[in-house]
Every structure is written in C-alpha cells, then in structure tokens.
C-alpha cells in the first residue's frame, strides 16, 4: 500500500496505461517465454525475435524449419496470444 491507500500494482498499471507502455511490456514478456512457447529444439534454431505493429518477426537458420513454422503459424498465434494474456499478436512472419 501506498501513503494514498491505493495498492502499487494499481498505480503501476495506470501508469504503463496512461504511457502506453501496456503492449510493450507484454510483447517483452512473450520475447522473453519464446522458448517455452515453441519449444527448445525451435528456439534453439531461433535467430531473432521483434514485435512491431502486432506482428512477430521470427528468423531461423533453416529453411525446413521455416516451413514447418509456416503450417504451425495458428497454433503459434494461439500459443503466443494466451501467455500474452490478450490477442495481442495478429500475425508471424517468418524469415
């Protein structure tokens, strides 16, 4: 509790409210859970993750690998969406 008796996780999320901080935060936290998402032997052949505008950009090292994700996009989608809590990733684009 704050001197005010509001709780801090209530200032702390008006605060990334009201800078617009909301989406970067969770982006942040799905960067962050990849492997757990995909699974090792994928992040493991992960060479860069971004989020701009809702869209994941994914860069591997294999073209088979990329292709396999192609088919597996909607699960992925499905997958990313719940640990962000909130559909906040609309697309993949893989590289």
């Not at 936290?29 to 971004?50: D, F, Q, Y």
């Not at 809590?85 to 893989?94: H, K, N, T």
């Amino acid at each position: 509790m704050l001197a005010n008796g509001r709780p801090l996780k209530e200032v702390v999320q008006e605060i990334l409210k009201k800078y617009r901080l909301e989406d970067h935060l969770d982006e942040t936290r799905v960067l962050e859970n990849w492997g757990k998402i995909c699974g090792p032997m994928i992040a493991s052949h992960t060479i860069h993750l971004s989020v701009k505008n809702g869209i994941l950009f994914i860069s591997v090292d294999s073209a088979a690998l990329r292709q396999e994700l192609q088919y597996q996009k909607e699960s992925l989608l499905d997958k990313l969406n719940k640990e962000a809590g909130r559909s906040l990733i609309r697309d993949i684009v893989f590289k």
